[in-house]
């Protein structure tokens, strides 16, 4: 469901009106009855069918929303976060991850969710990626994985190595390990998840020009260059570390598939500024399919009928393509 106060019931009513024919049948774990009022007062035709399995989904799904209903301790109020509520989004996320790890569904989409109100409830992760990630550690029973969270839209993929961090702190956290890891994990998933045969890497710089030989940093010469070539070492096609100043215009595009980022920011200004609209989440490099809308609850607009769901239908097909290519 995502953060209740936000955008994401007015997306996902606006998802199954406007693309269900077109997407993979699907169900939201969230309030019945919010969802049914919030279709009310926006106006929108959209049935609301609630399931007790989620195996009922594919034969409800073309002519309601289904439903797994988990009712909300308080009603929520468009634009004001309810900490109570919290706990229950909490749960969403869970049940979905169980829901993965039964083999019962082939992919979970998360709606953006508030983590200061989540973090008041004892969410104790940065962000959904983190979460998730080491969720299904704990439930497997196996070591956590570096999380890696690709940022995706028909012009470009993008993966920070360090993701929710201050900036004053990425330098000090960059290792040859962890950009070496991403890296990996980014070359498999474009392969089993993306269908690209050999995918063409590029690695940005840290440093403006690329450090300049040590003048503006010297990240690039003992971290980021040693871990490409090591990378290229284990067969993999990468190029770098580059100036990213230019690494993302048509041009330089066209000669990579995906670039991997030192920061948060560096992967997600380019991404949002050439297409805001249609960007999705992927956490990469777990056994479970999880996409996410590449926008946040919109707390300035939500329950006013605005809020444009096409990032959110993209990142259910692109669930749905993903867990295919998987065989799920």
């Not at 201050?166 to 998933?189: C, D, F, K, S």
Request: net charge negative; aromatic share 4%.
């Amino acid at each position: 469901m995502g953060e209740p106060a936000g955008i994401g019931g007015e997306v996902t009513l606006k998802a199954w009106a406007n693309a269900r024919t077109e997407l993979p049948p699907f169900a939201v774990i969230d309030d019945a009855d919010r969802l049914e009022a919030l279709a009310q007062t926006l106006g929108l035709a959209v049935p609301v069918a609630r399931i007790e399995a989620f195996g009922e989904t594919k034969a409800v799904s073309r002519r309601a929303l289904p439903v797994l209903h988990r009712p909300l301790p308080v009603r929520p109020t468009p634009g004001t976060p309810e900490p109570r509520n919290a706990a229950r989004v909490i749960g969403a996320i869970d049940e979905g991850i169980e829901l993965l790890l039964s083999g019962a569904a082939g992919g979970m989409v998360t709606n953006p969710i508030h983590k200061e109100t989540l973090y008041r409830a004892g969410f104790a992760e940065p962000g959904h990626t983190e979460y998730i990630t080491r969720r299904v550690a704990d439930a497997r029973g196996e070591a956590e994985a570096l999380p890696v969270m690709m940022l995706a839209c028909p012009a470009l993929k993008v993966v920070p190595v360090t993701i929710h961090l201050p900036l004053a702190q990425v330098a000090q956290a960059l290792t040859q390990e962890n950009i070496m890891a991403a890296g990996r994990t980014l070359a498999r998933a474009l392969v089993t998840d993306f269908g690209l045969a050999r995918p063409r890497l590029a690695v940005a710089a840290l440093n403006p020009h690329a450090g300049e030989g040590g003048m503006l940093g010297r990240e690039e010469m003992d971290i980021i260059a040693p871990a490409c070539a090591e990378l290229r070492r284990e067969g993999i096609d990468v190029a770098g570390p580059l100036p990213a100043d230019t690494l993302f215009h048509e041009a330089a595009r066209a000669r990579f598939d995906a670039v991997l980022c030192m920061y948060h920011d560096q992967a997600l200004i380019p991404l949002k500024t050439l297409d805001f609209v249609r960007g999705v989440n992927i956490t990469l490099g777990l056994p479970i399919v999880r996409t996410s809308p590449d926008h946040g609850t919109a707390f300035d607009i939500a329950g006013t009928g605005k809020a444009d769901p096409a990032s959110l239908i993209e990142a259910i097909r692109l669930a749905g393509e993903i867990a295919a290519r998987r065989g799920i």
